[in-house]
């Protein structure tokens, strides 16, 4: 799920001194996160990591607790479906890539920005550019 949140640069292991490219101001953030809720329609079930796909909404302000996050991410979005990545494409990303995103698929260039969004929603991205609590930071 945190594979495909963002798409900015970050150091592939803890023995890297280089800090990433990153712009840090709030338009850049926002474009390069991305929110990944389980169901869209059905609240209930994004209860289950409470609310961590409304990630947009988390970058937004970060003060919000859990249980508005999808309120939050309707202020900002609207009601535009287009503006999440579907579990549909979530879940095949994870099997498409599961192993690849681990091994060796860090030579490639991906997309970026509103680019990354539409081909992640397409299920044509590996979600390993990105950082996850399961790489080093």
Do not use: C
């Amino acid at each position: 799920m945190d594979s495909i949140q963002h798409d900015y640069p970050y150091n592939l292991t803890l023995f890297s001194n280089e800090k990433p490219a990153r712009q840090g101001n709030y338009e850049w953030e926002q474009e390069h996160t991305y929110s990944n809720p389980h169901s869209y329609n059905i609240e209930v079930i994004n209860w289950l990591t409470l609310n961590f796909g409304y990630h947009n909404a988390h970058h937004d302000d970060m003060t919000v607790p859990w249980y508005r996050l999808p309120q939050r991410h309707r202020e900002l979005f609207g009601d535009n479906p287009e503006t999440i990545v579907p579990l549909l494409a979530q879940i095949k990303i994870f099997h498409k890539n599961r192993v690849s995103r681990i091994y060796g698929n860090h030579d490639e260039d991906s997309p970026e920005g509103r680019d990354y969004l539409v081909a992640a929603r397409k299920a044509e991205v590996s979600g390993g550019n990105a950082a996850s609590f399961l790489t080093s930071f």
